[in-house]
């Protein structure tokens, strides 16, 4: 994969993860990206603050983070979490 479209890959993951935050951050928690990997589509998250630990955060990562990532970024095929 270029470089181009690595950065450009990168850009618009983080563009979504900015528009999530504010939502997480109202909880008390915050989401901070981990890496990315271009091959398989696959996005390293970490929440941050009240969200580490709270049983809703699973739901949080699958129906709200990986939901959008994957309707608003197609490359991307899964989200997880990561300590």
């Not at 181009?4 to 979504?16: C, D, G, P, S």
């Not at 997480?24 to 091959?39: F, K, R, T, W």
């Amino acid at each position: 994969m270029s470089e181009q479209v690595k950065n450009n890959l990168n850009e618009r993951v983080t563009a979504v993860i900015g528009r999530i935050r504010p939502f997480i951050q109202a909880d008390g928690g915050d989401i901070e990206l981990v890496s990315i990997e271009e091959s398989s589509g696959k996005v390293a998250i970490r929440f941050k603050g009240a969200c580490r630990g709270c049983p809703s955060a699973a739901m949080t990562l699958k129906m709200g983070v990986e939901r959008h990532l994957k309707e608003q970024v197609p490359e991307i095929n899964e989200v997880v979490s990561v300590p």
